[in-house]
């Protein structure tokens, strides 16, 4: 996206359409006309890898289909949130009151989601989520009009207390940025691992952007913690995990988190540093299954050799569920409840396997939450599974869909 002087960029039909982009955006919203899907992710900031990976794996799929589903052309409308919930709430009401999308995707950061929640939910906009975890989305905050392809911040960490404690230590300090998911990641961690007999030895909330960790390294190292268990991503998970290294921990302290800690958008900046990191995850591009070993290889095939990782598996579940759910009403996006009704019953085989949302919260259902470990395999270094705990299900607790 570098370059590019405006922050709103056309794919597809209304780019490929050029000069007959004005009839078209006219007759945008009749029965025929291009099938608009409004995306608000990050392309700049701490989070900008992460919006990159959702929408090349969204592009790969579309193109699949000739940017084309049910006789009616697909357009992608990429608003950059920058990783601001003021901006991203702006560009939410942007695409919805003015270029009336008829699908709308995003955000990566809970504090936009929970900020876009109430727009989405009041103007009866089906949004798919592809990143955000905030947990209060699947239970409070629930919306019929809302479904998540991702994970809700509590299923890659639930499953990991009680792993951590039972297999890495008991004496843990936990640490990750200081906003919601930060808060949700680490609060579902706690969960299995106190009850397994846990001792937290200290946590901490570096703000989200840190550069110097080293503050919190040094309460680290004198907390006597055996482990730590960390979430942090993008551009702060190079940096957390460089300087952890760095700063002489790995030697003697076990690093274990949320998986995108060591996601392969980071892997190749954290090199050697990452090597022995256990993180859990509900994908990695190891995965054998069809579904997943085809995507790897287009998707390397079409990003000069890039590896997808979670957030690119994430992006490629959104758009196949708008793929499928469009076939199922025939391309009709006016009878919306129609639409929900065909979101709902969507399921497929996904690379991270069978996908499928809870008809209680709308929320993806893991079929899989995998315990990994970075290792050097063919390819560099990748995240291999060691164990893996089945069916993970955000609990839902406050949420009684419709809502
Ligand atoms: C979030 O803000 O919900 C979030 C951001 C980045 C991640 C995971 C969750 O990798």
Known sequence: MRGLTRRTFLTGAAAAAGVAAGPRVLRSHAQGGPIKIGVVLPYTGVYAVLGESITQAMELVFARENWTVAGRKIEMIKEDDEMQPPVGIRKTEKLIDSDKVDILTGPVHSGILMGMRDKVHNSKTILIVSNAGADAISRERCSKWIFRASFSNWQPNQPMGGWVAKNVSKDVFLMAPNYAAGKDQLGAFKETFVPAGGKLVGEDYPKLGETDY???????????????????????????????????????????????????????????????????????????????????????????????????????????????????????????????????????????????FDPKTHNVIQPFIYVREVKEVTGGLNNVVIDKIANVTDPGTGCTLPA
Request: glycine letters at 10%; hydrophobic letters at 35%.
């Open 214 to 356: 080293a503050p919190y390294l040094t309460k680290i190292k004198g907390s006597g913690a055996k482990a730590v268990y960390a979430f942090f991503s993008g551009t702060d998970a190079v940096n957390f995990v460089k300087q952890f290294d760095q700063y002489g921990l790995k030697q003697s302290i076990k690093l274990t988190g949320a998986g995108f800690l060591t996601e392969p958008d980071v892997l190749p900046a954290q090199g050697k540093s990452a090597l022995g990191i256990i993180t859990g995850h509900f994908y990695t591009p190891l995965l054998d299954n069809p579904t997943n070993q085809k995507f790897v290889k287009d998707f390397r095939e079409k990003f000069a050799g890039k590896m997808p990782d979670g957030f690119a598996c994430q992006g490629y579940d959104t758009a196949e569920t708008i793929v499928r759910a469009l076939k199922a009403v025939n391309g009709n996006t006016q009878d919306k409840e129609k639409l929900v009704a065909a979101i709902e019953k969507t399921e497929f085989d996904s690379p991270r396997g069978r996908f499928r």
